[in-house]
């Protein structure tokens, strides 16, 4: 089982470049969630998405778009790159219900420069 | 007031030692609970859940007090692959999870 995959594993965009993380998951889980997570820092939600074509923002959504088209894949789209978005970026995954943990890929490290 | 505040450490102690981390929470409504080890670099993996009654897993024992808004994690005969930043989690509802920035933990030989 892989779990939650995310790619890249890193990057370095110059400001003003887009890009699409991507995230898939094989665990047949309804919900994932986009965090990033700063330096000293706990993680912030982004977006998150309960089921296919559902999304909705998180905490941090500004500077980030997301689409959930099947339930195994949510990417995250970065439009115009800003040196506040240098961060790690976590996609997770989890059953329905408030006492289902979340399963987290293993990040994308992501500089912007 | 942070929504989940956390002792940032760093708990430096030896082998075999019992260490505990507190964790406050400020919304009351928050529904459960869990702990999450985070290595160096790595993603958050699940530790334990923290139940209304207290749970142990282990060398593990977490404990829950609602009325403090207040969570904890003892860790017992502390071994050197308990190095870790260990997160706070509390989940509001709806899956909207909220993360402390963690407690780091080096145990030394």
């Known amino acids: 089982n892989a779990g939650v995959t995310q790619t890249p594993k890193f990057r370095i965009l110059k400001i003003g470049q887009s890009m699409t993380l991507q995230c898939t998951q094989d665990m047949n889980h309804n919900y994932m969630y986009w965090y990033r997570q700063d330096p000293g820092m706990g993680l912030k939600l982004i977006y998150y998405s309960v089921g296919a074509g559902i999304t909705d923002k998180g905490e941090v959504p500004n500077g980030y778009n997301v689409s959930r088209s099947t339930t195994e894949d949510f990417p995250l789209r970065l439009e115009l790159a800003a040196p506040s978005q240098t961060s790690v970026y976590f996609c997770a995954s989890s059953f329905p219900g408030t006492n289902q943990p979340q399963h987290f890929g293993d990040g994308t490290r992501l500089s912007i420069l | 007031r942070k929504e989940v505040e956390q002792d940032p450490g760093p708990f430096n102690v030896p082998e075999g030692a019992t260490v505990a981390f507190n964790c406050t929470y400020s919304n009351s409504a928050s529904q459960s609970f869990f702990w999450y080890r985070q290595d160096c670099r790595k993603e958050p993996k699940l530790l334990m859940s923290?139940?209304?009654s207290g749970n142990e897993d282990g060398r593990f024992t977490a404990q829950l007090n609602r009325a403090s808004q207040y969570i904890s994690l003892l860790i017992r005969d502390s071994k050197l692959s308990d190095s870790a930043t260990y997160l706070c989690?509390?989940?509001?509802?709806?899956?909207?999870?909220?993360f402390g920035a963690g407690t780091r933990l080096t145990v030394k030989p």
């Open positions: 923290v139940y209304s």
């Open positions: 989690v509390v989940n509001l509802g709806a899956n909207d999870m909220r």
